[in-house]
């Protein structure tokens, strides 16, 4: 039997986005701002950096000192001052014009950044983060559905495994994000975009990357990747991904 075209051969695989939220679709860290402006950081920003702590204990820490209750109202109003890239839209609009799965993955709450898309008229994007939700009283509660033992990334939700497990089997995965959470799921992954923490992480450990500034780059360069069947995968995150199988 003789193989098929490498544009036909190309089509048999299936592709995944996977993205960050907090400082890549918004253009501000609300993780960190919101509890910065409405709550305290300290002294659980500093143990959590210094590893004093663990992230899912930075998050019950910083929860627990708001100064008022964060209502929907209250919410809402913080939200819509943060403006979202520019260039998501368009980058959603390709994913699902391409027939392309496209996951946000968080190490924040769930509860604003689904709120934070409605509000943008983006709803309906899967998103995986940590669980936050309001009691009778309105006070927040957190939970950790996404957290892992078997990885040692520093991550409540796992960013990792979220990928490894949503992804289907043989897909090639598109990794776009930050800061630090995103180190761990971008070695695992075929293509990433990278900017700031992250890109600085890609030069220093010689991963290939497009970087970026805004979403409307990875749109821009996403759709010559796709014009030109250059979405190939990439045998380091490929024994990365196997590796992490048999970890398990």
């Given at each position: ?6 544009d ?12 960050d939220?907090d400082g ?25 950096l ?9 998050w ?63 709803g309906?994007v ?11 009283a ?26 490894l ?15 630090i ?8 992954a ?32 996403l759709?010559?990747l ?23």
């Amino acid at each position: 039997m003789t193989n098929p075209p490498e544009d036909t051969r190309e089509r048999l695989y299936t592709l995944h986005i996977f993205c960050d939220f907090d400082g890549t679709i918004s253009t501000r860290d609300i993780g960190y701002d919101l509890f910065d402006r409405y709550g305290e950081q300290e002294p659980w920003i500093s143990r959590m950096l210094a590893r004093e702590i663990t992230l899912a204990e930075y998050w019950r820490g910083v929860i627990g000192t708001l100064r008022e209750p964060l209502v929907p109202e209250l919410l809402d109003r913080y939200l819509r001052e943060i403006p979202i890239d520019s260039g998501f839209a368009s980058l959603l609009e390709l994913a699902r014009a391409e027939e392309i799965p496209f996951t946000i993955v968080s190490d924040g709450l769930d509860l604003y950044i689904e709120r934070y898309l409605q509000l943008h008229g983006l709803g309906g994007v899967e998103v995986i983060a940590n669980h936050a939700e309001r009691d009778s009283a309105e006070h927040l509660h957190v939970s950790f559905p996404h957290a892992a033992e078997g990885c040692d990334c520093f991550s409540a939700a796992c960013k990792r495994n979220i990928v490894l497990t949503r992804a289907a089997p043989g897909s090639r995965i598109i990794y776009i994000g930050d800061g630090i959470s995103d180190y761990c799921p971008a070695e695992h992954a075929d293509i990433i975009f990278a900017k700031h923490e992250l890109a600085a992480y890609c030069n220093a450990h010689r991963l290939p990357h497009y970087p970026f500034k805004t979403l409307g780059d990875v749109e821009r360069q996403l759709r010559l990747l796709l014009e030109r069947k250059r979405i190939r995968p990439r045998h380091q995150a490929e024994l990365k991904r196997r590796s992490a199988f048999e970890a398990e």
